[in-house]
C-alpha cells in the first residue's frame, strides 16, 4: 500500500488494505495504516493521501501515529481510518495541498479520534478550510445523522431563530427563501451569518448534536 503512485482501482468510497492494516476512501482523500518498526516501534504508521481527479497522489501527509499503539484491538485501526477520511472529506475539496491541514492531521496522529479530540480536530479543520469546504462538511453530517428531510425540516428553525437574531422575521422574505432553498441554502446560510469558525459549534448548541463523525453512523 504504502508505495501505490495511484489508487485507480479503488475509483470509489470504500475500503482497502487488510483487517491488519486498513486504509478507507472518502472522495479524494484516502486515510491508511502501515506497519513500519524501523521508525517507530511501539505505534502504527499512519499515511493521509490527497488524490486528484485521475486517482493519482497528489499529496500526502504521513508520520507515526501516537494514537495507535501496536497492540490496540484492530477494531479501533478500521474505526480510526474511516472516521479520518470522513473528517477530511471536504476540508481537502477545494485545495491540491494538504498543507494548511497540517495542524490538525498532526493533532490526530497525536491524540487520536475520541470525542473530545475529534471535536477538537473538527475546529482546527474549520479554521483551515473555506466556508464552502465547511458547510459541505456539515451539510452532510446532518444528512448522515438526521436523512435530508429531517435535516431540513430542523434546518428550519434553526434558520428563523438566526434570521430573528439578525433582524429578520420569521415570516419575512429572505427567511422563507432560505428555507425554501433546501438543506445547503440553510447550511450555507448559517455558515456565511455565524462565521465558518463558529458554525460547527453553533449547530451543536442549536441541534444538540456533536456535529462529527462518528463510528457508527458508518457501521464501524
Not at 481537502?92 to 495542524?103: C, I, N, P
Not at 479554521?127 to 453530517?141: F, K, M, P, T
Not at 448559517?190 to 442549536?206: D, F, N, P, S
Request: hydrophobic residues 40%.
Amino acid at each position: 500500500m504504502r508505495n501505490d503512485p495511484t489508487l485507480r482501482a479503488q475509483p470509489a468510497d470504500g475500503w482497502l488494505g487488510t483487517l491488519e492494516l486498513p486504509g478507507y476512501r472518502a472522495g479524494s482523500v484516502v486515510a491508511k495504516l502501515d506497519d513500519l518498526p524501523e521508525i517507530d516501534p511501539d505505534h502504527l504508521y499512519f499515511d493521509l493521501l490527497l488524490l486528484d481527479a485521475g486517482g493519482h497522489t497528489q499529496d500526502n501527509h504521513s508520520g507515526p501515529c501516537r494514537a495507535l499503539a501496536r497492540q490496540r484491538p484492530l477494531a479501533e485501526r478500521s474505526r480510526f481510518v474511516r472516521v479520518v477520511a470522513e473528517l477530511v472529506r471536504h476540508a481537502s475539496s477545494d485545495t491540491r495541498s494538504l498543507t494548511a491541514l497540517g495542524q490538525a492531521l498532526s493533532f490526530i496522529r497525536e491524540c487520536g479520534v475520541e470525542q473530545w479530540r475529534l471535536i477538537a480536530a473538527a475546529q482546527l479543520l474549520d479554521d483551515a478550510s473555506s466556508e464552502h469546504a465547511v458547510a459541505q462538511s456539515l451539510n452532510h453530517l446532518l444528512q448522515l445523522a438526521l436523512g435530508e428531510d429531517e435535516a431540513r425540516r430542523a434546518m428550519c428553525d434553526v434558520v428563523v431563530g438566526l434570521a430573528r437574531d439578525s433582524g429578520f422575521g420569521p415570516l419575512d422574505s429572505h427567511v422563507s427563501g432560505i428555507n425554501d432553498g433546501g438543506l445547503a441554502a440553510q447550511v450555507g446560510y448559517v455558515v456565511r451569518t455565524v462565521g465558518k469558525a463558529r458554525a460547527r459549534r453553533y449547530l451543536r448548541h442549536v441541534t444538540d448534536f456533536e456535529m462529527v463523525p462518528k463510528p457508527d453512523m458508518f457501521g464501524v
